[in-house]
C-alpha cells in the first residue's frame, strides 16, 4: 500500500469522488482501471485505498502529469499512452486478465479546458485545435475542409443543436478558421447572441466538434464493452458523464446488459436460441454532486455518475451495443 493522499499533487477537484470510492468498496489490493487519468484525482484516491491502479490516457500531457506518481506508487501504478478502449488488449500485454473495478470519467478534462492553447474552450483565445492526443485531424481541419452539410450534421447529431444548419453555412462562409474565438463569435453571430444571455450559445458547437474530432462516443462503447470482458464476477463499472448524449449511451448500455435479449429460465443452458444472458446486476441510480461539492466544485454540476456489477455470465458478442441493439 502506498502513502499517497488522496489529492496529493493533484491541481483538480475529481468530481464525485467520495460518491465513487463509496460505490466501488475497495479494498487493499483491488486492481482497478481508471479509465482517463487525466490530473490523476482518481488514481491518487484508489492507491491511497491500498488498491492497485492500471491508468489510461491518450493525452501527452497527462502522461507527463504522471511520471511522478508512477515513480511514487511503489509499483503499485501503471500508466499507459493509450484510449481506455483498448485496455482489454493492453493488459492482457501485461498478464492482466481481469480486474475488480473499471472506472471511466468521459469528456475533456478540466486540466485541457484551462489550458487555452489546447483549444477547447471557447471563452479564451487559442488554436482550433480540440485534439486529446494531440495527433490527426484538428478542428480547424475539419471545419475548413469538411463541407456544409457534414458539418451541419456533426452540429445536429453531437450538440443537439436545433439551427446547426444556420452554423454550417456561417463557418463556410468565414472560412478559414484558425482560432477558438474565431468560431466562437461566428456562432454566437449566427444565433443572434447579446450580454446577458444565461448560456454561450455556441456551447453546443464546441461540444459537438470535439466529440466528432476525438471519436468520443465511439470510444465510450468500445470501452463499455471492454470493461464487461475484464470485470470478475462482482467488479463494479462506473461511469460519470457530463452531458446527455453520454449519460444515455451510458444507461442504454447497462440496460441493454441487465436484461435478456429472451426471456428465458436461468436453467436453461445458453444456445443460438435463447440470446446472452445479464452481464450486468444492481444498477445504480443516477448519482449526482451535492450542494457542499457544487458550492466547491461549480464545474461538477452536469456530472452523472452510474454504477453497475459484473456477473458470471459470459460477456456479449462484441459488437452487439455498437449496432444498436440495445433493449
Known amino acids: 500500500m502506498t502513502s499517497l493522499s488522496p ?66 506508487a511503489d509499483g503499485a501504478f501503471r500508466l499507459f499512452s493509450a484510449c481506455f478502449s483498448s485496455m482489454q488488449s ?6 492482466v486478465a481481469q480486474v475488480d473495478n473499471v472506472v471511466l470519467d468521459i469528456g475533456v478534462s478540466s486540466m485541457q479546458l ?47 443543436e436545433r439551427k446547426s444548419r444556420q452554423i454550417a453555412r456561417a463557418i463556410v462562409a468565414a472560412r478559414p478558421l484558425k482560432t477558438t474565438l474565431d468560431l466562437a463569435n461566428i456562432v454566437r453571430k449566427a444565433l443572434g447572441h447579446h450580454a446577458g444571455m444565461p448560456k454561450d450559445p455556441s456551447t453546443r458547437t464546441f461540444q459537438a466538434i470535439r466529440i466528432h474530432i476525438n471519436q468520443e462516443l465511439d470510444e465510450l462503447r ?22 446527455s448524449l453520454e449519460d ?28 446472452p444472458l445479464p452481464t450486468f446486476t444492481n444498477l445504480s441510480k443516477a448519482i449526482k454532486p451535492d450542494e457542499e461539492e457544487l458550492a466547491r466544485n461549480p464545474r461538477s454540476r452536469s456530472a452523472i ?13 462484441f459488437g452487439e451495443f455498437q449496432k444498436g441493439k440495445a433493449a
Open 248 to 275: 444515455r449511451l451510458v444507461k442504454q448500455f447497462m440496460k441493454q446488459r441487465s436484461t435478456t435479449k429472451m426471456a428465458v429460465s436461468r436453467h436453461i443452458p445458453i444456445t443460438q436460441n435463447n440470446g
Open 90 to 95: 493492453i493488459l492482457e500485454e501485461y498478464g
Open 114 to 160: 484551462d489550458q487555452a492553447e489546447r483549444g477547447f474552450s471557447f471563452r479564451e483565445e487559442g488554436p482550433l485545435d480540440m485534439r486529446m492526443s494531440q495527433s490527426g485531424q484538428s478542428a480547424a481541419d475539419f471545419l475548413n475542409e469538411a463541407d456544409e452539410n457534414q458539418i451541419a450534421d456533426i452540429i445536429f447529431l453531437y450538440g443537439e
Open 305 to 317: 455518475l452510474r454504477v453497475a456489477e459484473r456477473t458470471e455470465n459470459p460477456a456479449w458478442p
Open 222 to 243: 468500445a470501452a463499455m464493452a471492454a470493461a464487461e470482458r475484464i470485470l470478475r464476477p462482482g467488479g463494479k463499472l462506473a461511469i460519470v458523464t457530463f452531458h
Open 7 to 72: 489529492q496529493s499533487s493533484s491541481p483538480h477537484d475529481p468530481v464525485l469522488l467520495g460518491k465513487l470510492i463509496q460505490s466501488l468498496s475497495i479494498t487493499p489490493g483491488s486492481e482497478i482501471v481508471d479509465g482517463t487519468f487525466g490530473a490523476g484525482g482518481y488514481s491518487r484516491a484508489f492507491l491511497a485505498a491500498g488498491a492497485r491502479v492500471y491508468a489510461f490516457d491518450r493525452d501527452p500531457a497527462a502522461i507527463a502529469t504522471g511520471a511522478e506518481l508512477a515513480g511514487r
